[in-house]
């Protein structure tokens, strides 16, 4: 299971309240996970098992008790005594307001994607509700940046991109490599390999994976699943040679 958020070790141990369940975790543990080791789902995009939090995707907001706004629960430490509500009616609303954003800003090609029924991004919109996008996608945002084919076993296609920093964060933490970034803010924001120019087979990626395995819709995609398809099964390995865990 992905609890959202890497454990923590510590000899503290922490309980709190999540939605009426009490949940014991060790300090230093974030409210997404401490909420889903007890076995609530909150919504979320950027977070993942694997990298640390980051809070960029807002969609894993939550209410605590005694204090003001709707803090990320990734980035947010479980404290003793802590009261946290993570579905609320304000919570829905906010969540399927920032999914709506993500979504008018993404090709609306389901159907005839290389991860339909296997993007995150999907998953998410139908776990928030979303049935309707008010703002049309004009595909504006990426025009002319075309896909990055370059590297031999996977494509980079910045239309399809969230900026969610997983792949970003997978490169650094994860392998080491440090061969990605964010270039750009706002809309223009885009993940970009190595200095302006380079492509991924130019930068110093390595091609060890870890980008595309972190990447939760079809930007960062394996060119023999766009080719052939998702496999029917999937092996995990690991070697030496990187933590990735390839499939
Ligand atoms: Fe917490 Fe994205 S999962 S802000």
Known sequence: ADFGTPAVCSDTQVTLTI????????????????????????????????????????????????????????????????????????????RKGVMELYISDHPLDCLT????NDCELQDTAAEVGLRDVRYGYDGETHLGAATDSSNPYFDFDPAKCIVCSRCVRAC???????????????FASAV??????????????????????????ASLQEKA?????????????TCAYCGVGCT
């Open 225 to 237: 699943v766009k080719e052939i398809g998702l496999p029917e099964r999937a092996v995990i390995t």
């Open 19 to 94: 939605d009426g369940r009490e949940v014991s975790v060790p300090a230093g543990t974030s409210v997404m996970r401490a909420a889903k080791e007890c076995g609530g789902a909150i919504p979320s995009l950027c977070a993942t098992d694997s990298v640390k939090a980051f809070g960029s995707c807002r969609l894993c907001l939550v209410e605590i008790d005694g204090r003001r706004g709707t803090p990320a629960s990734c980035t947010t430490p479980a404290e003793q005594g802590m009261v946290v509500h993570t579905q609320t009616p304000r919570l829905a609303k906010l």
């Open 192 to 217: 970009s390999a190595g200095q302006a120019g380079d492509t991924f087979l130019s930068s110093e990626c390595v091609s060890c994976g870890a980008c595309v395995q972190a990447c939760p819709t």
């Open 113 to 116: 994607c290389s991860a339909n």
């Open 172 to 186: 650094d933490e994860v392998q080491g490599t440090f061969a990605l970034s964010v270039d750009g803010r706002g």
